[in-house]
């Protein structure tokens, strides 16, 4: 299952806010085995949003949009991905109704827009707050506070599944324009996926099957001066 993640906000793009809706969603899909393919960053602009989610529904299996939902005037979220299926957003009585029972809010104690999603989509209810989120075809929409998006995302969790690849690491305490020789052999004798991370010392990342991974791991580590902190596994 590939997806694409869609995480909107002005906040974020000029860095007042650190994106960790993106970072959070990445590992989680990652461990269920999805590959995450694309995360943009949209500023809070209907057409763009409409644009973005319209071009990414059709070519991945899934995609996730965090961003503000409710009546503030800054919340544009819903009606960007209601434009990218040309739908208008409607009150969600469903919502309303969960919010009297749940939250114990009156229908006219709400502000106007709180509970609107798009025509037709199916409602997520906001186990941390109040705005609701939705799935619509294959679009899932989230809150951007990220107590109310991760808990909102728990209740589809499920619907996002993939094969799981094992993922072990080697640590280098070499420089990593040495290490390339021998990534490169690596590459060429194991079908894994390699990743070259450098800070202190450089984190090689190995991720493939079960047994492969692991006697490409055995293989580098014989091979390199081990960082302190020798090695990690399963990530
Ligand atoms: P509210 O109803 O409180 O306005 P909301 O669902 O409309 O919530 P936003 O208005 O987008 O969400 O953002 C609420 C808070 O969450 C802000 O402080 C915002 O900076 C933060 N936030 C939004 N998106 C992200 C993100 N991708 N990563 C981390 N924090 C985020
Ligand atoms: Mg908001």
Same mark, same amino acid.
């Given at each position: 299952m590939r997806v694409a993640i869609v995480t909107i906000g002005d906040e974020l793009l000029v860095g007042d806010t650190v994106n960790t809706n993106a970072a959070w969603l990445g590992e989680r899909l990652t461990e269920r085995g999805v590959d995450v393919e694309r995360v943009v960053t949209l500023p809070d602009r209907v057409a763009d949003i409409a644009r973005v989610v319209n071009e990414y529904r059709a070519a991945y299996d899934a995609v996730l949009v965090t961003g503000g939902l409710g009546p503030t005037h800054d919340d544009l979220t819903m009606d960007g991905v209601a434009a990218a299926f040309g739908r208008d957003v409607v $009150? &969600?009585? #469903?919502? =309303? $109704?969960? =919010?009297?029972?749940?939250?114990g809010y009156a229908a006219d104690d709400l502000a106007a827009g709180t509970a609107d999603i798009p025509r037709g989509a199916r409602l997520l209810k906001n186990p941390e707050g109040v705005a609701p989120g939705c799935v619509i075809g294959s679009v899932y929409v989230l809150p951007g506070v990220p107590a109310e998006m991760e808990a909102m995302f728990e209740t589809v969790a499920d619907e996002f599944a993939g094969e799981v690849e094992h993922v072990? &690491? +080697? +640590?280098?305490? #070499?420089? #990593?324009s040495a290490l390339l020789d021998r990534i490169d052999e690596l590459r060429d004798r194991f079908d894994v996926t390699v990743g070259s991370y450098p800070g202190d010392s450089v984190r090689v990342k190995i991720q493939g099957g079960d047994e492969e991974a692991e006697a490409a791991a055995a293989w580098l580590r014989e091979r390199v001066e081990l960082a302190d902190i020798a090695e990690t596994s399963g990530e």
């Open positions: $009150e &969600s009585q #469903e919502a =309303l $109704e969960w =919010l009297a029972q749940e939250g072990t &690491s +080697v +640590v280098a305490d #070499e420089p #990593e």
